[in-house]
C-alpha cells in the first residue's frame, strides 16, 4: 500500500539556520506530493506540492523537490524564522479521487 | 471568514460515555472529512462524505458513526468511548473528492477518555 515516511523529530534550530526535513515514500506509479504545515492551536493547511517526477513545490520560502529514482520530496528553507515553528506533514496522493495519505509529522522549533 | 468550524474544542470523558463532535464549513464545499491525529502515527482517515447524502469508511472507522446533516455540516459520534479513542480529531472539507489533496481544515478537538 501506500505510505510516507518522515525524519524523526523533534527538530530543533537557530533562527537563520537551514532547514531539511526528509520525507520518502511508497507507492505504485506517480503519485502526487504534498507538504502540510500545523501551526501551534490550528488546523493543518497545505504548504507546497509537486505532481510530476523533478517537479519543484515552493511557498513561503520553503522548497521540496519531488524525485522519483529516490522516491523522496525532502522540505528545505534556507534561513528559517521563529514563526516557522510548527509541525510539518508529509502527503501523498496516487491519483485523483483516492485517499490522501500523511506522513507522522515532525516538530520544528525555531529559537530566536 | 471562519472556513471549518468544529466544536468543542476540548473534551473530557468516562469510558462507555457517548459524545458528539460537530463540524461545519462556509465555504460551499460538496466534500468533508474526519481524522484523527495521534503521536507517531499521522492523520489517519476515520470516515469521509464525498458528496451530500454520502458517507464511507476511511481507514480507522470502528467505534465511530458520523451524520451529514447538510452540505455544510457533517458531524462524528462516539457511542461508546473508549481509552484508545484519545486523540486529536480534525475535521476538513475540500470542493470536491477529485480536489481531495488540498483539504482546509478546522483547529482540532482534543479528546480525552478516562
Known amino acids: 500500500g501506500n505510505s510516507v515516511t518522515q525524519m524523526e523529530g523533534p527538530v530543533t534550530l537557530s533562527e537563520e539556520a537551514f532547514l531539511t526535513i526528509n520525507c520518502t515514500y511508497t507507492?505504485?506509479?506517480?503519485?502526487?506530493l504534498f507538504w502540510y504545515v500545523q501551526y501551534p492551536g490550528e488546523g493543518l493547511q497545505l504548504l507546497l506540492k509537486?505532481?510530476?517526477?523533478?517537479d519543484k513545490g515552493s511557498n513561503k520560502g520553503f522548497e521540496a523537490t519531488y524525485r522519483k529514482e529516490t522516491t523522496s520530496f525532502h522540505l528545505e528553507k534556507g534561513s528559517v524564522q521563529v514563526s516557522d515553528s510548527a509541525v510539518y506533514f508529509c502527503?501523498?496522493?496516487?491519483?485523483?479521487?483516492?485517499?490522501?495519505?500523511f506522513g507522522e509529522g515532525t516538530q520544528l522549533t525555531v529559537n530566536p | 471568514n471562519a472556513g471549518v468550524t468544529q466544536t468543542p474544542k476540548f473534551q473530557v470523558l468516562k469510558t462507555g460515555q457517548s459524545m458528539t463532535l460537530q463540524c461545519a464549513q462556509d465555504?460551499?464545499?460538496?466534500?468533508m472529512y474526519w481524522y484523527r491525529q495521534d503521536p507517531g502515527m499521522g492523520l489517519r482517515l476515520i470516515y469521509y462524505?464525498?458528496?451530500?447524502?454520502?458517507?464511507d469508511k476511511g481507514e480507522v472507522p470502528n467505534g465511530y458513526n458520523v451524520s451529514r446533516l447538510n452540505k455544510r455540516e457533517f458531524s462524528l459520534r462516539l457511542e461508546s468511548a473508549a481509552p484508545s479513542q484519545t486523540s486529536v480529531y480534525f475535521c476538513?472539507?475540500?470542493?470536491?473528492?477529485?480536489?481531495?489533496?488540498?483539504?482546509?481544515f478546522g483547529s482540532g478537538t482534543q479528546l480525552s477518555v478516562l
Open positions: 509537486a505532481t510530476k517526477a523533478d
Open positions: 476538513a472539507s475540500s470542493e470536491s473528492w477529485a480536489t481531495n489533496e488540498k483539504l482546509f
Open positions: 465555504m460551499n464545499h460538496n466534500s
Open positions: 502527503a501523498l496522493i496516487r491519483t485523483s479521487g483516492s485517499r490522501l495519505t
Open positions: 507507492a505504485t506509479g506517480y503519485p502526487s
Open positions: 462524505s464525498a458528496s451530500e447524502g454520502t458517507t
